[in-house]
């Protein structure tokens, strides 16, 4: 069993054992001989170094891992032997060089070229990674930025921000496209040594002609770095919003995670009956809540992550293996809330009706009284809510308790009246949805002059909620007298399509039934004023016509004052 060595390589530590550490200190020493010329050498050991930590990080799947020998010869594969790569000085005299062993070629990749910079290198980085010269890339940028009126200038800024400057000498060659190795390392310092040396020689030629631009790369170098500064603010900002939410989220789900699942696997209260009155699926509680938990808490936990990566350089990544498990599981869970939808809206796909129509002895010039019935064991007060609740019937049994009544009150030529009343649910047929329709209890009254309504409907547990509703219509013949309790305003609020002629505002009002309309009989003389107006415009300004529809038409009015201070009305027979 080999020893192993902690060693720190260009400022990252790496555990490696005591055969593999003894090769590579050969290599480097081999290396370092291998240089042409020794001046800069330390600079070229230090790139090499780098390029070797980095493709040691890139092949070891954790921190604790030890470098092998196996580890060490695939990156020596990588970088080459220095016999093979030795460079003498006529490759920079424009001499060919020494024939070698080729490397493997990398890809480009993207970087800022500081090197060659007008303002901050990202033109001439463009140019290496697109394979054109730096000043087409340039007047592109220029011709960009005029014809969109400036936008492009902010597209600039981004690139600025967002792509790194090559520093390096390994990203360099990596901006290049050039096979990261010991031969091309050397070569591109001494070329940037060799450029540095030029420059001193030429100083006192082009020092003027540089002085400008200097101070100009100056200003917009000061320039990026604020707007760099202000860039990582803000990420590290939304960072800390991501982080708040999300956590908020994944712990208010796990919550309702537990609460729920020992709901429906423990408990039988109030909140379960909920759950039953609406699941068609026959699913049980805890599973909904482990799919919702997972499908809605995933997607949080990812930009818990990401929010953790905006606030932290170099976070550890939770690794490939987890990654593909949290995706199998949140896809899992997706399908499987899909199917459950599915299963409950074909439950509510159609819409079936069950109608009772019975006649009520009501005809032209009697009086009908509506009201509306509320069950005091159930509700106080009639007054349509909508909605449903969950009961105990007389016998206590649990059954499902809605106000979703309509009535609506129209107008026949018939000479007696009827009422009809139309029972709707909905089911995954039509004949399924009609039993259940069927199955609601609606009840009303007619006793004397007085037709009273349930202000309720019922129908057993065991049938689910599927939208139950009742539908009441009234009709009576023309020249019937109406008078609505004021307990029917909330369950008559209908709009025009329903044909009612029963307007909210006409309760506890005498209101004789015309064709289609009501007329009030003991409203004030405004109302009187109002409606004469409205039929001299039906009239066209006829004042002959319209002044005997009105005399017609308030005949009753004549009849109540010629016999007594209150109206006459017949009673029901």
Same mark, same amino acid.
């Given at each position: 069993m080999n020893k192993t060595v902690n060693i720190n390589l260009a400022g990252t530590f790496f555990h490696i054992d005591e055969d593999a550490y003894?090769? =590579?200190q050969r290599y480097l020493v081999a290396i370092k001989k291998s240089l042409s010329d020794p001046q800069g050498s330390d600079e070229i050991i230090k790139d090499i170094e780098a390029r070797i930590a980095e493709l040691f990080s890139e092949k070891l799947k954790t921190s604790t891992q030890v470098v092998t020998l196996k580890e060490l010869d695939e990156v020596i594969a990588v970088m080459g032997q220095p016999e093979d790569y030795a460079v003498?000085? $006529?490759?920079?005299?424009?001499?060919?060089?020494?024939?070698? %062993?080729?490397?493997?070629?990398? !890809?480009? *990749? =993207?970087?800022? $070229?500081?090197? @060659?910079?007008?303002?901050? /290198? +990202?033109?001439s980085g463009l140019s290496h990674y697109l394979g054109i010269d730096a000043v087409w890339v340039r007047l592109i940028w220029i011709l960009l930025t005029l014809f969109s009126s400036g936008t492009f200038i902010f597209v600039y800024i981004l690139f600025w921000i967002l792509v790194p400057a090559a520093e390096s000498t390994s990203d360099k060659l990596k901006m290049t496209g050039e096979p990261i190795n010991i031969s091309n390392i050397e070569k591109k310092f001494k070329e940037g040594y060799e450029t540095v040396a030029d420059k001193v020689k030429n100083a006192d030629y082009d020092k003027y002609g540089? %002085? +400008?631009?200097?101070s100009s790369a100056t200003f917009f170098d000061t320039l990026g770095s604020i707007f760099l500064t202000l860039f990582k603010i803000f990420v590290k900002f939304i960072g800390i919003i991501v982080i708040i939410v999300s956590l908020s989220t994944l712990v208010g789900l796990l919550i309702g995670l537990f609460t729920a699942g020992s709901f429906g696997m423990w408990g !039988? /209260?109030?909140?379960?009956?909920? &759950? *039953? =009155? +609406?699941?068609t699926t026959q699913s049980p509680l805890w599973l909904i809540s482990l799919l919702t938990f997972f499908a809605v808490g995933i997607p949080f936990f990812v930009l818990f992550i990401l929010g953790l990566k905006m606030l932290i350089n170099n976070l550890k990544s939770i690794g490939l293996p987890a990654k593909i498990t949290l995706f199998v599981l949140w896809l899992a869970s997706i399908i499987g809330l899909g199917i459950l939808g599915i299963r409950q809206a074909t439950e509510t796909a159609y819409t079936g009706e069950f109608i009772i129509e019975e006649t009520l002895p009501v005809r032209s010039g $009697?009086?009908? @009284?509506?009201?509306m019935y509320s069950n005091e064991k159930y509700e106080y007060d009639a007054r349509r809510r909508g909605g449903l609740k969950i009961e105990y019937n007389e016998n206590d049994e649990k059954i499902i308790y809605s106000t979703d009544i309509r009535l609506i009150v129209r107008s026949t030529n018939d000479s007696v009246g009827r009422i +009809?009343?139309?029972? *709707?649910?909905?089911?995954?047929d039509y004949l399924v949805a009609k039993r259940k329709a069927e199955a609601i209890h609606y009840n009303y009254n007619l006793s004397g002059n007085t037709l009273t309504l349930d202000a309720f409907l019922t129908t057993d547990f065991e049938n689910k909620y599927r939208d139950q509703e009742v539908e009441v219509v009234v009709y009576l013949p023309v020249g019937t007298i109406i008078y609505a309790d004021d307990n029917t305003y909330s369950f008559h609020r209908n709009d025009y399509n329903y044909r009612d002629i029963l307007n909210n /505002? $006409?309760?506890? %009002? &005498? =209101?004789i039934i015309e064709d289609g309309k009501t007329r009030c009989l003991d409203c004030p003389i405004e109302e009187k004023e109002s409606w004469e107006k409205d039929v001299e415009k039906k009239h066209n300004g006829n004042k002959e016509s319209w002044e005997k529809e009105v005399e017609n038409d308030f005949n009753p009015v004549k009849k109540?004052?010629?016999?007594?201070?209150?109206i006459v009305l017949d009673t029901i027979e």
């Open positions: 003894g090769k =590579l003498d000085e $006529d490759i920079f005299e424009d001499a060919p060089p020494r024939a070698s %062993k080729k490397s493997r070629s990398s !890809h480009k *990749q =993207l970087f800022r $070229d500081i090197d @060659n910079k007008f303002i901050s /290198g +990202v033109s540089q %002085k +400008v631009k200097n !039988h /209260g109030e909140f379960t009956d909920w &759950y *039953q =009155l +609406v699941d $009697d009086t009908l @009284n509506i009201a +009809v009343i139309e029972k *709707q649910a909905e089911g995954p /505002g $006409d309760e506890e %009002k &005498y =209101l109540k004052d010629s016999i007594s201070n209150t």
